[in-house]
Structures are given as structure tokens and as C-alpha cells.
């Protein structure tokens, strides 16, 4: 046996302190830093979306906006639910608010954040059965290569994904286009995904 393999995880108390902590990209964020990430180690839903916006920054709660309201409604869960269940944990590709672009859209997420905590942070969360991976940041993260050109198509391929993830567009108000135009995500995966959601958080 290795060392590597004698090594005990950190307490994720300790981790989630180290996050709170953390000023890496401190000098890029426009509100300064404010990680907000949920990890719960009984968790068997993670949510994988992009960056906290400037509701989620000044309150703190992950999907304390109008996306979080459309999220809710795809899983078929109310707030309560959503943020007290112990099977469902947060963890955005950015945990801080990164800001806009010149042009007025969201900017990306800090590209720092994914590579220095993700890792550790699924290492305290072993029974994750289903990622939601909601936007393209997610989605090339987690899918990589086997991502599609778009992500309209990498929804549409949904299934090639399952049993372990499922890639959803982000629930933002620039989505009601793409659900307009692709009745299929409505009427073929959030069926299934209301149905996981209730089987797994019992």
C-alpha cells in the first residue's frame, strides 16, 4: 500500500474554512471575494452550475435568484426542500461572483476555483449518484471530450451521460429561447429528472 493511500481527507470542516478563506483570484473579482459552495457529505445530488450573481453574493444562498426559482422547478422541489434536504449539494464551477463583460453578459467563472477545490471537496462526498450540470462551464468540465459541439446538442445527447450525469442549459431567463425551441428538454428529460430527484433524496 502507498502512502498516498494511508493518507486520511481532511475534516471538510477544515476544507469548507480554507475555502471561506480563500482570496487566490481576489484581485479579478469586482465584489471581492465570497465563496459560496454547499458540500454535504451524505449528498447523492450535486449541482454543478456556474458563478454566483449579485443576488447570490449579497445573501449568500447558492440559487437565491430567479434561476434558482426555474432549478427548483425543473427538480420539482420547493425551497425548503432544496436547501435543508442533506442529499443535495452546490458546488459551483466559480464560487465567487466574477463579475460582467464589457458587453454586459455574465462573465465566466474564475478559472482558478474548479482545479483547486473540486477534487477535494467530491473526495468528502462518495455517495453522489447523479451531477447536474447546468451551462456549458459545467458541462466541459465534467463531460470533456465527450462533450458535443454545442450545448444544445450535448443536452440532446442526455442519456449518452446517464447514469452519473446530466447535462441541463443553465436555468437562467437567457434559456427561455432555447426551451422554446426545444420542447424535448421539457417534455423527455426533466421528467426523468423530477423522478431522480424524488428517488434520491427519499
Not at 40 to 60: D, F, M, N, Y
Not at 62 to 85: A, H, K, V
Request: charged share 20%.
Amino acid at each position: 500500500m502507498t502512502v498516498a493511500a494511508l493518507t486520511v481527507p481532511e475534516p471538510l470542516g477544515s476544507l469548507v474554512a480554507r475555502i471561506s478563506a480563500c482570496r487566490t483570484c481576489a484581485e479579478h473579482l469586482p465584489l471581492g471575494p465570497r465563496p459560496v459552495v454547499v458540500p454535504c457529505p451524505g449528498a447523492r445530488i450535486l449541482i454543478v452550475g456556474q458563478a454566483p450573481g449579485t443576488k447570490v453574493h449579497e445573501s449568500g444562498i447558492p440559487w437565491n435568484d430567479r434561476s434558482g426559482d426555474r432549478l427548483r422547478d425543473w427538480m420539482g422541489l420547493d425551497r425548503e426542500t432544496f436547501y435543508l434536504s442533506e442529499r443535495i449539494a452546490i458546488m459551483p464551477m466559480g464560487f465567487c461572483y466574477p463579475g460582467v463583460l464589457p458587453n454586459g453578459g455574465d462573465a465566466p467563472p474564475r478559472p482558478e476555483c474548479a482545479p483547486q477545490w473540486h477534487a477535494e471537496l467530491l473526495g468528502h462526498m462518495p455517495e453522489i449518484e447523479l451531477t447536474i450540470l447546468a451551462g456549458m462551464y459545467a458541462q466541459k468540465e465534467y463531460l470533456g471530450k465527450a462533450r458535443k459541439k454545442t450545448l444544445t446538442e450535448t443536452v440532446r445527447s442526455w442519456r449518452e451521460y446517464l447514469p452519473r450525469n446530466l447535462p441541463l442549459p443553465h436555468p437562467s431567463w437567457r434559456s427561455g429561447n432555447l426551451l422554446k425551441k426545444n420542447p424535448w428538454i421539457e417534455g423527455e428529460i426533466l421528467p426523468y429528472l423530477r423522478a431522480e430527484v424524488a428517488r434520491l433524496i427519499g
